[in-house]
């Protein structure tokens, strides 16, 4: 596609539920991003990827939260048992290699009742 | 203390100012990002800078690596520019600001 996709582009969960979240890259990007942005807050990182293999999850707030992008393209964030903390915009970048451009897609609104 | 510090939190300024956001970060890194979020999320890449000084148009990206200090510089702002600007440092693992919401009155 024209740009990173990011699905859904809302989803409200009740406490204890379990989502994913999936994230389509510009085709052929090999690096792919993770990020958590609390209202009013910057982003932070949650984990990065290079094809699919995931190379950093030092971000991940629990053992709740994982990731996984099994075939280098599309990639889903997986949050188990969530939490009214978890609620947050999660965002999800690629770019062509590690230290390129970003290009960031629209995020998901996660909100958690 | 955040890694990465950006002044003004907000920012109000008449169209047709220059305006200048900062940047100071406290890790070292290999490339600085400014990022500009319109409402409603959507995430843009300025700049990507090592060292010295990039242009795009109306904007203007710079960076001392000694003193650990990045601006951003907006010629002739006009409403259009109103957005929340955000300085992010690193590569794989990056630390962003907590951004600079920047407003131009017509």
């Known amino acids: 596609g024209a740009g990173v996709s990011q699905s859904p582009r809302y989803k409200v969960a009740k406490r204890g539920q379990d989502v994913a979240l999936r994230c389509d890259p510009i085709?052929?990007?090999?690096?792919l991003f993770w990020y958590q942005q609390a209202l009013g807050q910057g982003p932070e990182f949650l984990t990065y990827f290079q094809n699919e293999a995931q190379l950093d999850k030092s971000g991940l707030p629990s053992d709740r939260f994982f990731a996984e992008r099994p075939e280098g393209s599309v990639s889903t964030l997986k949050i188990q048992r969530t939490q009214q903390e978890d609620s947050a915009v999660y965002l999800c970048a690629s770019s062509l290699f590690l230290g390129e451009k970003l290009f960031f897609g629209s995020g998901t609104q996660l909100s958690v009742l | 203390k955040n890694e990465v510090e950006q002044s003004p939190q907000n920012l109000t300024a008449q169209e047709g100012e220059f305006i200048t956001i900062n940047c100071s970060y406290s890790?070292?890194?290999?490339?600085l990002h400014w990022l500009q979020q319109h409402p409603g999320g959507g995430i843009v890449s300025l700049f990507m800078l090592s060292s010295g000084k990039k242009k795009h148009g109306r904007l203007i990206a710079t960076i001392n690596i000694q003193e650990k200090h990045s601006s951003l510089h907006i010629t002739a702002s006009h409403p259009r520019d109103s957005a929340v600007y955000i300085c992010?440092?690193?590569?794989?693992?990056?630390?962003f600001g907590a951004g600079t919401r920047l407003t131009v009155k017509p």
């Open positions: 890790v070292g890194i290999s490339a």
């Open positions: 085709s052929g990007h090999v690096s």
């Open positions: 992010a440092v690193g590569v794989n693992d990056m630390r």
